[in-house]
């Protein structure tokens, strides 16, 4: 005969079974309605450590560079959404590649022209006398990871730009040049490189405007589809007309 203490054991034994039943329930729900965690992409990328000496440099590195790098990394990604899009917007890519060739290559080509020049001018100023080296008092050093060719290729503006101030520095310094001289040609200089961040961040806005407008615009079509139309709605009208 099963006495009454041992009823309430087996009822307590049983509630507690139920009770851890409905606690893995619970727990496993938990479990399978957690998101997955994003897992981030292996890009490539290039460490770039380098020092810019000129104040010019360092000033201009530190207004222009992270948001001309900023505006290369939108042009890039913007290119590839409206590529896929399709239809007008086919050959985005290439376009927008085009695009930031044209704006980079002007100030590669007139720097590098700037440091031919002023190092042929540097070499024959040696030959007729003594050309004394040129310090700095307070170069910066940098690190900058590099993750596209016109990263690296802004990088390379930036170092060159660099460059051709030591020697118009040097130069300068030795009385082979100007304050006049010095003056303008580093005012043009500062110019082309606040042209070139101005226009890249102008491409990078051109492409954002594209893309909203075009989403924009699905979204409307969109709305339009989901409006369901009355199948009366012609014959009230025909009788809003009738009755008139």
């Given amino acids: 005969m099963v006495t009454e203490q041992q009823k309430n054991v087996t009822s307590i034994e049983q509630n507690s079974k139920g009770r851890q039943s409905r606690r893995n329930r619970q727990t496993g729900n938990e479990q399978a309605s957690t998101p997955h965690e994003r897992v981030e992409f292996s890009n490539p990328e290039i460490e770039v450590n380098y020092t810019l000496h000129s104040q010019e440099a360092i000033r201009l590195q530190q207004r222009h560079?992270?948001?001309?790098?900023?505006?290369?990394?939108?042009?890039?990604?913007n290119s590839t959404h409206l590529e896929r899009l399709g239809g007008k917007f086919k050959g985005s890519i290439e376009r927008t590649k085009k695009a930031i060739n044209d704006v980079l290559a002007g100030p590669e080509k007139e720097i590098r022209?700037?440091?031919?020049?002023?190092?042929?001018?540097?070499?024959?100023?040696?030959?007729?006398?003594n050309i004394s080296e040129v310090s700095y008092t307070a170069p910066?050093?940098?690190?900058?990871?590099?993750?596209?060719?016109?990263?690296?290729?802004?990088?390379?503006?930036?170092?060159?730009?660099?460059?051709?101030?030591?020697?118009?520095?040097?130069?300068?310094l030795n009385n082979k040049f100007n304050q006049d001289?010095?003056?303008?040609?580093?005012?043009?200089?500062?110019?082309?490189?606040?042209?070139?961040?101005?226009?890249?961040?102008r491409h990078a806005?051109?492409?954002?405007?594209?893309?909203?407008?075009?989403?924009?615009?699905?979204?409307e079509e969109q709305e339009k589809k989901a409006i369901p139309k009355s199948p009366h709605s012609g014959d009230n009208q025909q009788e809003a007309v009738a009755n008139m």
Avoid: C
């Avoid at 560079?65 to 990604?77: H, M, V």
């Avoid at 050093?141 to 040097?170: C, Q, S, W």
């Avoid at 001289?181 to 890249?200: F, G, P, Q």
């Fill in 205 to 219: 806005s051109s492409t954002a405007d594209e893309l909203n407008e075009n989403n924009g615009q699905a979204a």
């Fill in 113 to 129: 022209s700037g440091i031919n020049a002023l190092q042929r001018t540097l070499d024959d100023a040696s030959k007729n006398g």
């Fill in 65 to 77: 560079y992270n948001n001309t790098s900023r505006s290369l990394f939108t042009l890039a990604i």
């Fill in 140 to 172: 910066r050093a940098y690190n900058i990871k590099v993750r596209t060719p016109e990263a690296m290729r802004l990088v390379g503006i930036f170092k060159n730009f660099d460059l051709l101030h030591m020697l118009i520095d040097r130069l300068w």
């Fill in 181 to 201: 001289e010095v003056d303008d040609y580093k005012t043009r200089l500062r110019d082309t490189i606040r042209n070139m961040a101005s226009l890249l961040e």
